[in-house]
């Protein structure tokens, strides 16, 4: 496979759905909403754009499943796309212009190829394995800051799992008063995409499924940063928890969030 051509198909496929999405947008009908859980939403747009994914990303590699997160699973052996058809649902349907599109190609275990779409912006991010991470077509790297206290960072807020609540608060306390600040875009593909780029230093959330991290977590590791959990481990694609940052301040950054957690 020619993962570098593989990845630019994929921009384009994504491109083409981000189409529909902005049209689904503008002529939005909130009687559409239907909850899935707690706090937790789908609409026809996002279904509608998983089930185009679904159909071209097919196409594009026949031999490989899918875990996708508006249908059950259809994994394969070797190969399987990871997508999120509207990353941002609960800033859709609420008329906030912050959503994308994350696509990501696993082989075995591994995240080979990832795109992440911002669909009102126009910005595909995306990147292939050893190929670095690229912005419409021009190389992008994270930042250079090298304290905790000059970095800016991202965050998402728990909406269902309020289990570490106490400990997520104390922390995010704590980057308030000794870091730059910290955002909560409402979506997470979004927020690595900004790490990678270096607009933000850093990102953290617990309560993940794959579909948020995969391609913006290789997006990172592309541009230059580093990805783990919480402890330091490898396991931030299944485990529900992930950290990503510039590498310059990915020890202090994990030590002081260990002393939380």
Known sequence: MKLKETT??????????AAFIRTGFAGFNKDEIREKGI???VTDIDTGSEQRLKERLGSLLPEAGFLAEES?????????????????????????????????????????CGVVYEVNQGACFY????????????????SETSSLNNGLFATGFPYYDYSRLTP????????????????????????????????FEGFYEYGLSPWDVAAGALLVTEAGGLVCDFEGHQNHLFGKEIIATNAKIHSQFLKTIKTFF
Not at 129 to 139: D, I, Q, S, T, V
Not at 176 to 198: H, Q
């Open 72 to 112: 059950n699973p259809d994994c394969r052996e070797e190969f399987n796309w990871i997508i999120d058809p509207l990353d941002g649902t609960t800033n859709f349907i609420h008329g906030i212009p912050l959503f994308a599109i994350s696509v990501a190609l696993m082989k075995k275990r591994d995240i080979v």
């Open 8 to 17: 630019e198909a994929v921009c384009d496929i994504v491109q083409d759905v």
């Open 168 to 199: 997520y608060v104390d922390f995010f306390r704590y980057l308030i008063r000794n870091s730059r600040g910290a955002r909560r875009l409402g979506s997470a593909s979004v927020d690595l995409a900004w790490v990678a780029c270096g607009r």
């Open 127 to 142: 990147a292939w394995k050893g190929g670095g991470a690229w912005l419409n077509g021009r190389p992008i790297h994270v």
């Open 39 to 41: 706090h937790n939403y």
